[in-house]
């Protein structure tokens, strides 16, 4: 699986929009790219996911550019509990169910939402 | 989302002893779970790969014999730390991956803190 390069730490105002960029230009054609969040103590936490469209949920969107080297995660209006790490994961995609490969956690980005 | 709970949520052991830790997924059943282990300030390091009905797979650098998997339903695997250092001490995490879902997304359990003294 490709490997993934984050800002190690980022500040966001409250209410804001945060902006988390993820670095994977060698990413391959059949590599999705993931997000999840950790809070202090919990488990991770599937935020969305992608293989080339921008991609939009409930909780944030995804936003993929052309070449694939590079993704953003948005989340619209940051809140203090959106402070955790972000991790961003590049996964194959095998199987006619679309399977997957393991999910291999870099360091991620801390967020920190402020008031 | 699907949901994973992981028991016991924290654990205190002697050392040379040996625990046990569920991980169960409640509401969809997964033939594949995983086990990673956390180190305070650093990232989920990935153990195993626990496959229901058969072996687990264990990453390079997990000693399997210390670390037993058991995946004997498809809603229920079992991590026991054998004969416990404190060098064990830990946030394990376990997760499942819902293959009935559309994205077959990884769900992950809250995770059991485990200390040995």
């Known amino acids: 699986d490709a490997k993934t390069t984050q800002p190690t730490s980022m500040d966001c105002a409250e209410g804001r929009a945060a902006n988390l960029p993820c670095n994977h230009s060698?990413?391959?054609?059949?590599?999705?790219v993931y997000w999840y969040r950790q809070i202090h103590s919990q488990g991770p936490q599937y935020i969305i996911h992608g293989l080339k469209n921008n991609e939009t949920n409930e909780m944030a969107s995804l936003i993929i550019t052309e070449d694939r080297k590079s993704s953003t995660l948005i989340l619209p209006h940051a809140t203090l509990r959106d402070t955790a790490v972000y991790y961003c994961i590049v996964r194959v995609a095998t199987g006619i169910y679309n399977q997957g490969g393991k999910l291999i956690f870099g360091q991620g980005t801390e967020l920190s939402v402020k008031p | 989302g699907a949901v994973v709970s992981q028991h016991p949520s924290w654990v205190i052991c002697k050392s040379g002893t040996s625990v046990k830790i569920e991980c169960r997924s409640l509401d969809f059943q997964a033939t594949t779970m995983f086990w990673y282990r956390q180190f305070p300030k650093q990232s989920l390091m990935l153990m195993a790969t626990?496959?229901?009905?058969?072996?687990?797979?264990?990453e390079q650098g997990v000693e399997k014999d210390k670390f037993l998997i058991n995946h004997a339903s498809l809603t229920l695997s079992t991590l026991t730390v054998t004969s416990a250092h404190p060098e064990d001490s830990s946030f394990y995490i376990c997760s499942a991956r819902d293959e009935g879902g559309a994205g077959n997304e990884q769900f992950f359990g809250p995770g059991t803190r485990l200390t040995v003294l």
């Open positions: 626990s496959n229901e009905g058969s072996k687990a797979t264990y």
């Open positions: 060698t990413i391959s054609g059949n590599e999705y």
